[in-house]
Structures are given as C-alpha cells and as structure tokens.
C-alpha cells in the first residue's frame, strides 16, 4: 500500500521517509520571491517513494529550488524517484532547480529527473488555429502540464 501526501507550499521543510510514500507538490506561483530546501530523509528498510514536483511560474516570480534525498546508512532496498518539472509562462519568471540526492547505502533504486520549460509555440498556435484565444490556449496548456 502506498500512503498519499499533499505538499501544499515551498516552505524549508523535511519530510521522514518510512513507509512507501507518495509525496505530490502542484503549485501556481505568481509574483513571489521564494527560497527553500525541501528534505525527504529515507529512514526505514524497504520502502518506495515517489517524489514529484509541478511548478507554474507567472508575472514577476523568482524560486530557489533546492530538494535533496538522502538515504540513510544500513537502511537497504529503498526505491525512490524525484521528479521536478516547472513550466514558465511569464518572460520575467525565473526558476533555480537543484534536485540532489544523498546516498549513504549501496542497496537501493534512486533517480532524480528536472526540467524546465516554457509554453510551446506549436502547441499554442494549434489551439489558435482551432479557434481557441492565446490567454485561454495558455491556460489550457498549463492545466494539462499540472495533471501530467
């Protein structure tokens, strides 16, 4: 069974890993100055965990994004994978992104994957072409890119 968590703001924070946990951050940041480390610390045997990020920066936002996995020493077969995706709407959002991992046992599965992207063009001229309004084309775009 894999337990469910809602991370519901970039604040500096840890989470302690111990059961197979799913952990989901889906945030629209529109100006704001942020600057934060999230810890998730892997502190039992035989655990999966599943990390995932989806950041929307619009207008005047600036994030310092730093997340950092450690697996504990002596604690084996963890399974765990970070995946960060932030999307820039705006030409005067700017994003920062440090996935990091920690890894202090040799039994273990662990990956990390980041990226950063803006509206694609293409993308946003088929909608056009369909009749849809570049403000509701964007807005489209951008929900379809928080449920991936």
Request: with cysteine.
């Amino acid at each position: 069974m894999i337990k469910k968590f809602l991370i519901k703001s970039l604040k500096d924070q840890q989470f302690d890993v111990k059961e197979n946990t799913e952990f989901t951050c889906k945030l629209l940041l529109k100006q704001i100055n942020i600057q934060s480390t999230i810890n998730f610390v892997h502190t039992n045997n035989n655990v999966v965990s599943r990390i995932k990020f989806r950041l929307v920066l619009l207008d005047d936002t600036f994030v310092n994004l730093k997340v950092n996995v450690r697996v504990e020493r002596d604690f084996k077969n963890i399974d765990t994978f970070l995946d960060i995706r932030a999307l820039i709407v705006s030409q005067t959002a700017q994003i920062i992104l440090i996935p990091s991992m920690e890894v202090c046992e040799n039994e273990l599965a662990a990956g990390h994957a980041a990226t950063i992207s803006s509206i694609d063009e293409i993308q946003l001229y088929y909608l056009h072409s369909r009749g849809l309004c570049k403000k509701v084309s964007t807005l489209n775009l951008t929900k379809s890119f928080l449920k991936s």
